[in-house]
């Protein structure tokens, strides 16, 4: 079965960086675009960044924009999400995700859009 797996939250403190990875298994990984999402506590599931299969293209929510970078390598099946110069809003469960319903540019940011999803992982920023 589709397998994703997320790794590298941690605790960090504001203006830090950390890298997050997504492991695929179980599915065609160079066929699906990828995408993270993240949910702060007593929030929705927001999206965050969105590359497309090839690595091509990318869309980025504006809360992150020039901060983060969404990267992928198709040889290692696996989704990285670089976050640099961190903040405390950024606090979340980050969550990847891979897109099943439509083209990569189609409807991104909607979590209807992607039909597997990974466990998340824990990012703490402290100010």
């Known amino acids: 079965q589709v397998q994703l797996v997320e790794s590298g939250g941690g605790l960090v403190q504001a203006g830090g960086s950390l890298r997050l990875s997504c492991a695929a298994s179980?599915?065609?990984?160079?066929?699906?675009?990828m995408g993270w999402f993240r949910r702060a506590p007593g929030k929705e599931r927001d999206f965050v960044a969105l590359i497309s299969s090839n690595g091509v293209r990318t869309y980025y929510a504006d809360s992150i924009k020039g901060r983060f970078t969404i990267s992928r390598d198709n040889a290692k099946n696996t989704v990285y999400l670089q976050m640099n110069s961190l903040r405390p809003e950024d606090t979340a469960g980050y969550y990847c995700?891979?897109?099943?319903?439509?083209?990569?540019?189609?409807?991104?940011?909607?979590?209807?859009?992607?039909?597997?999803w990974g466990q998340g992982t824990q990012v703490t920023v402290s100010s």
């Open positions: 179980g599915l065609t990984f160079k066929s699906y675009a």
């Open positions: 995700a891979a897109k099943t319903v439509g083209l990569y540019s189609t409807n991104y940011d909607s979590r209807s859009s992607y039909g597997y």
